[in-house]
Nanobody, 116 residues
């Protein structure tokens, strides 16, 4: 059974930090490119960070220097460490695994709200 489960979202004040987790089951996460997307209310889906199967990371300009994507192969988990959070970071965050050109696995999403 193939599954991705995100966790770690919540309410945080501006300038605070959160760490999101995405646990994979049914496949080996380290064999594939992993990405984090987010979707704010009323807006389209935005690519936030990506981790290739060879360990190369990329980030959107809006989060560069504040967010870090990483993985723990022993736990089959990918993380998104979010620091210096801003109100504009408020969104539902989704984990995605790029299995092939035709197959992508998505988690259910976790809500991140940055507000005072």
């Amino acid at each position: 059974q193939v599954q991705l489960v995100e966790s770690g979202g919540g309410l945080v004040q501006p300038g605070g930090s959160l760490r999101l987790s995405c646990v994979a089951s049914g496949f080996t996460l380290s064999n594939y490119a992993m990405t984090w997307y987010r979707q704010a209310s009323g807006k389209g889906r935005e690519l936030v960070a990506a981790l290739s199967s060879t360990g190369v990371t990329t980030y959107s300009d809006s989060v560069k220097g504040r967010f870090t994507i990483s993985n723990d192969n022993a736990k089959n988990t990918v993380y998104l460490q979010m620091n210096s959070l801003k109100p504009e970071d408020t969104a539902v965050y989704y984990c995605n695994a790029e299995i092939s050109v035709n197959i992508n696995y998505w988690g259910q999403g976790t809500q991140v709200t940055v507000s005072s």
